[in-house]
């Protein structure tokens, strides 16, 4: 089991660059590494996916280490609405026969963004 | 596209009854999961389905029953209530064309139980 660590909360101010750190030193070959962004009374939503190296679309760059075992999450010039809550997440969906790995969702990081 | 839609939204039960939640996506998304969330404690996988008729425990299965009888359909069942299953509940799906594919949630089922 994956087991994700992340800071409990992160303070920014806008147009600033944030990077939110999750650490997963048991993740697996198969383990893919996704970020959610999660705001109060919605599900999650994705944010971004990857497997190695860095992974860059228009909203977030996710970089990951050569040993995997970490990986960030960079948002930049964040605004008021970028505060949220953010999770890592590690799995590999369950697999074809339904015996992969479980989906292991860190307690999250509360980024509060201010003027 | 509604995405995937849970019903109902919000529910109190008592103790020692049942219920069903359902989720329904649109997708045709082959991958769906429920998960609880409660305060400190992040999300935790109760049941997961990789294709219909399939299903697969998580992290946190006891106490609670699945079927996915229909692919679009993943139903999460209570069959004795209990007040520790008190928790916001999502539902997601996704498709992995290879390796593991982004969820798409739903907006979540609150449950309280007396």
């Known amino acids: 089991l994956a087991k994700t660590t992340q800071p409990i909360s992160m303070d920014s101010y806008e147009g600033q660059e944030v990077n939110i750190t999750c650490s997963h030193n048991n993740i697996a070959t198969n383990d893919y590494i996704t970020w959610y962004q999660q705001f109060p009374s919605q599900g999650p939503r994705f944010i971004i996916q990857?497997?190695?190296t860095k992974v860059t679309n228009e909203v977030a760059s996710l970089f990951i280490p050569a040993d995997r075992k970490s990986s960030t999450l960079s948002l930049p010039r964040v605004s008021l609405s970028d505060t949220a809550v953010y999770y890592c997440l590690v799995g590999d969906g369950g697999g074809l026969t339904g015996g992969g790995n479980k989906l292991t969702f860190g307690t999250g990081t509360q980024l509060k963004v201010e003027l | 596209n509604a995405g995937v839609t849970q019903t109902p939204k919000f529910r109190v039960l008592k103790t020692g009854q049942s219920m069903t939640l359902l989720c329904a996506q649109d997708?045709?998304?082959?991958?769906m999961y429920w998960y609880r969330q409660d305060p400190g404690m992040g999300l935790r996988l109760i049941h997961y389905?990789?294709?219909?008729?399939?299903?697969a425990k998580g992290e946190v299965p006891d106490g609670y029953n699945v079927s996915r009888l229909k692919k679009q359909n993943f139903l999460l069942g209570l069959e004795s209530a209990a007040p520790s299953q008190t928790s916001v509940y999502f539902c997601a799906s996704s498709y992995p064309p290879s390796g593991f594919g982004p969820q798409h949630f739903g907006d979540g089922t609150r449950l309280s139980i007396l």
């Open positions: 990857g497997y190695k």
């Open positions: 997708m045709n998304h082959e991958y």
């Open positions: 389905s990789v294709g219909e008729g399939t299903t």
